[in-house]
Every structure is written in structure tokens, then in C-alpha cells.
């Protein structure tokens, strides 16, 4: 039997994406960045017996959440020299080399520095797939 979602239950200020398995045990998650929680049930699990649930787990959930809301997020990026760009996880700054000679690029520079080589006229949509 394949999953079959049924409607969302509310619960206080909290939605509740509610999948009915062919399964034994509840499966409560909260997923990032927002914190949206999916609660798996086995189709033998009445509503009541799901609301239940929900409720007792309902600190737990807010507590998850607001993990989610406390972390960093990275701010959109501007393709301009000094910004912070992650490169298989590690921290590279960002230097733009507007030039004229030889094909748009980017290097990898003292494992400190990303050195972006742009033609002058180029905007940031152009930049960010160079990069």
C-alpha cells in the first residue's frame, strides 16, 4: 500500500502535515528552514488517537522550530568583491577582476580567495553562472 495523505490537522497555531502509512509506529518530524512538521501514522490510527499524539508532542515540535528560527541563513548574494562564498564547505572571499582579456572566470587563490574575472558590463545574474 503506497501513502495516502490525508488532510492537514491544526493544532493551536501549528499545522500538521498528516501521512497514513502501512506502518507500525508514528513518525513525528520538523524539517528546515521553516520548520514544517510531518507526522506518518499507521491507517489503523483514528483521529483522535492522531490528535493526541500531536498535542503531547506539541512542546517538543515548538522547541524544534525554533531551532530552525534561530539559525543563520546566508543573505542572497550580489557577486561583488569582500562577500563570502562557500566552496565544498569551506569559506572563500569573493574578489570581482573586471577585464577585457581572456574568458570570463573564476580561480581559486591562496585557499582564501575566489578571484572572479568578469567583463565591466556584466550584471549579477551573468556573474552568479559564472560562478
Known amino acids: 500500500m503506497g501513502e495516502q495523505k490525508t488532510k492537514d490537522l491544526t493544532i493551536g497555531d501549528i499545522q500538521v502535515e498528516v501521512i497514513r502509512k502501512d506502518i507500525k509506529n508514528m513518525h513525528l518530524s520538523v524539517h528546515p528552514p521553516h520548520g514544517r512538521v510531518r507526522l506518518a501514522v499507521p491507517t489503523r490510527i483514528d483521529e483522535d488517537g492522531i490528535r493526541l499524539f500531536a498535542i503531547s508532542k506539541l512542546s517538543w515540535i515548538k522547541k524544534q522550530q525554533a531551532k530552525f528560527h534561530r539559525q543563520e541563513r546566508i543573505p542572497p548574494r550580489s557577486y561583488v568583491s569582500g562577500e563570502s562564498h562557500y566552496v565544498a564547505g569551506q569559506r572563500y572571499r ?17 585557499n582564501d580567495y575566489l578571484d572572479l574575472y568578469v567583463r565591466p558590463d556584466r550584471d549579477e545574474s551573468t556573474r552568479e553562472r559564472i560562478m
Open 94 to 110: 569573493l574578489n570581482v577582476i573586471e577585464t577585457t582579456i581572456g574568458k570570463q572566470r573564476v580561480e581559486k587563490r591562496n
